[in-house]
């Protein structure tokens, strides 16, 4: 059964860093793309970055880019989302997902099968 679970959600000032971190169980991470997305309350999902685990190719939106970095850790099947100069206004809920890999990873929700339940990041002004 394929499991996500983010964790290392909190309170950061404004400016300030945060890694968020995705657990997976349940399918070879080796064979998958992750994706990172963000959600503000009434508002769609943002993808914000992802990477295609096979040979490590990640994206970032041009939103976050140079800020947002991802990274994967597969002898411990974790997916980590490094967050850099986090601002009051950014979204505040983040999750992982994923879908079987092969192609370039995509930053649309609409491309992805299992999602994580999601951690919450607060930036205080």
């Known amino acids: 059964q394929v499991q996500l679970v983010e964790s290392g959600g909190g309170l950061v000032q404004a400016g300030g860093s945060l890694t968020l971190s995705c657990q997976t169980s349940?399918?070879?991470?080796?064979?998958?793309?992750i994706g990172w997305f963000r959600r503000a309350p009434g508002k769609r999902r943002e993808g914000v970055s992802c990477?295609?685990?096979?040979?490590?190719?990640?994206r970032s939106a041009d939103s976050v880019k140079g800020p947002f970095f991802s990274s994967v850790d597969e002898p411990q099947n974790t997916v980590r989302l490094q967050m850099n100069n986090l601002k009051p206004e950014d979204p505040d809920l983040y999750y992982c997902?994923?879908?079987?890999?092969?192609?370039?990873?995509?930053?649309?929700?609409?491309?992805?099968?299992?999602w994580g339940q999601g951690t919450q990041v607060t930036v205080s002004s």
């Open positions: 997902a994923t879908v079987l890999g092969g192609g370039e990873c995509r930053l649309s929700s609409d491309e992805y099968d299992y």
């Open positions: 349940g399918f070879s991470l080796s064979f998958y793309n």
């Open positions: 990477m295609r685990i096979s040979d490590r190719k990640a």
